[in-house]
């Protein structure tokens, strides 16, 4: 499957961004998804995962609250909608997809991965 992530942008401080990913190659209903952010100098972190049928979601402590990840699979498309941005969310955000059967929170569990979009929160 490829995975193309989009959405990200500048925004102030305590504004909202709202991230897609579009999939291709394979239905991405087969896969559950997640979301993971790389800031400089740091290495990738979890950010968000949501389960093939979208009823299971698992957030990081920093996004509970603020992000909601969610997933149209009739589009074959993941969104993460942040709200309440800070500057410790300046990132670049990728998308990932996994066959495992319970969202995973590691790096290495996941198979494929979207090329990242550049998240910048201005304080």
């Known amino acids: 499957v490829q995975l193309q992530a989009s959405g990200g942008g500048l925004v102030q401080a305590g504004g909202s961004l709202g991230l897609s990913c579009a999939a291709s190659g394979r239905t991405v209903s087969t896969y559950v998804m997640g979301w993971f952010r790389q800031a400089p100098g740091k290495e990738r972190e979890f950010v968000a995962a949501i389960s093939r049928s979208g009823g299971t979601r698992y957030y990081s402590d920093s996004a509970k609250g603020r992000f909601t990840i969610s997933r149209g699979n009739a589009k074959n498309m993941v969104y993460l909608q942040m709200n309440n941005l800070q500057s410790e969310d300046t990132a670049v955000y990728y998308c990932?997809?996994?066959?495992?059967?319970?969202?995973?929170?590691?790096?290495?569990?996941?198979?494929?991965w979207g090329q990242g979009t550049q998240v910048t929160v201005s304080s």
């Open positions: 990932a997809s996994t066959g495992s059967y319970i969202p995973p929170r590691l790096t290495s569990q996941y198979d494929y």
